[in-house]
């Protein structure tokens, strides 16, 4: 039985792009259109894995995606690092001037500003996803409108790309994080960890705790605050963490536990290839 794995967007999307890269050719997609969908679908066992981006290179973090990952007992087991290049596309036979509205995720119109601000009599709608936009227009055979997606989205759905790697920079990528139910069984070759925890008000609190990082040579990757729903200026952090002796991490995580509040591990995994 191929594994049912939830992905926003749909057949063509980069998400579906990133879940077969980490899984490989044989899933069932479960197809959400919305991330709070996905997080759904995995909550009432309708998908047994999901692949869900939680950082982009130019657009920054999805920030409520940290939020839902905290809040549920999923647990992230593996990354991906997708190359993400944008193009415009339409039925055939149209060209650039032709083009009245384009339709995409919300995302993808950030990646492409340059792009759009050098058209801009050109309306702009947004759309769930990339592949969808795509989709639509094929099906309804819709003129005079353009959707910005992957190059597979024009295979996929016969469209014409009418102006390739619109994307502002040629280096946009986007971080894709595995995620399945937790289950106690770690992950080969752990070199990685993403963990979240309150610091108490004290002066200099967090201030010890990266220090305890610093001190078990451990990287630290990325650090995000998000904040706590209902307690108005207090946060959750956010951390990834690199290392190569996982002993050490462990040592690590013990001594800084008594200096956090509500310390969760929310991963333990290893780093994914990052391009070159």
Same mark, same amino acid.
């Given at each position: 039985?191929?594994?049912?794995?939830?992905?926003?967007?749909?057949?063509a999307s980069f998400h579906e792009t990133a879940a077969i890269e980490f899984f490989?050719? +044989?899933?069932?997609?479960?197809?959400?259109?919305?991330?709070?969908?996905?997080?759904? =679908?995995? /909550?009432?066992? +309708?998908?047994?894995?999901?692949?869900?981006?939680? &950082?982009?290179?130019?657009? *920054?973090?999805?920030l409520p995606n940290y939020a839902r990952l905290r809040n549920t007992n999923l647990?992230?087991? *593996?990354?991906?690092?997708?190359?993400? &290049?944008?193009?415009?596309?339409?039925?055939?036979?149209?060209?650039?001037?032709?083009?009245? +509205?384009?339709?995409?995720?919300?995302?993808?119109?950030?990646?492409?500003?340059?792009?759009?601000?050098?058209?801009? =009599?050109?309306?702009?709608? %947004?759309?769930?996803?990339?592949?969808?936009?795509? /989709?639509?227009?094929?099906?309804?055979?819709? /003129?005079?409108?353009?959707?910005? =997606?992957?190059? #597979?989205? =024009?295979?996929?759905?016969?469209? &014409?790309?009418?102006?390739?790697?619109?994307? $502002?920079?040629?280096? !946009?990528?986007?971080?894709?994080?595995?995620?399945?139910?937790? !289950?106690?069984?770690?992950?080969?070759?752990?070199?990685?960890?993403?963990?979240?925890?309150?610091?108490?008000?004290? @002066? *200099?609190?967090?201030?010890?705790?990266?220090?305890?990082?610093? %001190?078990?040579?451990? !990287?630290?990757?990325?650090?995000?605050?998000?904040?706590?729903?209902?307690? %108005?200026?207090?946060?959750?952090?956010?951390? $990834?963490?690199?290392? %190569? $002796?996982?002993?050490?991490?462990?040592?690590?995580?013990?001594?800084? &536990?008594?200096?956090? #509040?509500?310390?969760?591990?929310?991963?333990?995994?290893?780093?994914?290839? /990052? @391009?070159?």
């Amino acid at each position: 039985m191929n594994k049912r794995v939830a992905i926003q967007g749909a057949l063509a999307s980069f998400h579906e792009t990133a879940a077969i890269e980490f899984f490989g050719d +044989e899933i069932a997609l479960v197809e959400c259109a919305t991330f709070p969908q996905l997080f759904n =679908a995995m /909550k009432t066992g +309708e998908a047994d894995f999901a692949i869900c981006a939680f &950082e982009n290179a130019i657009a *920054g973090s999805i920030l409520p995606n940290y939020a839902r990952l905290r809040n549920t007992n999923l647990e992230i087991f *593996g990354e991906v690092y997708l190359c993400i &290049e944008m193009n415009l596309m339409a039925l055939a036979g149209q060209k650039l001037e032709d083009i009245e +509205e384009i339709h995409s995720h919300p995302m993808a119109f950030l990646q492409c500003e340059d792009f759009l601000n050098e058209h801009p =009599a050109i309306q702009l709608v %947004e759309s769930r996803d990339t592949a969808s936009s795509a /989709k639509e227009i094929k099906e309804h055979h819709i /003129k005079h409108r353009a959707a910005i =997606a992957s190059k #597979r989205a =024009a295979e996929v759905f016969d469209l &014409e790309i009418i102006a390739a790697d619109i994307h $502002d920079n040629k280096r !946009n990528f986007t971080r894709f994080l595995a995620l399945r139910r937790r !289950n106690g069984e770690l992950v080969r070759a752990i070199n990685k960890s993403s963990i979240s925890f309150r610091s108490s008000h004290q @002066p *200099g609190s967090l201030a010890k705790i990266l220090t305890k990082i610093g %001190e078990h040579n451990i !990287n630290l990757n990325k650090i995000q605050s998000l904040p706590v729903i209902g307690e %108005e200026w207090k946060y959750y952090f956010y951390v $990834d963490l690199r290392f %190569e $002796d996982f002993a050490d991490y462990r040592r690590m995580m013990d001594e800084i &536990e008594p200096l956090t #509040r509500d310390l969760k591990i929310l991963g333990e995994y290893q780093q994914g290839a /990052k @391009p070159v």
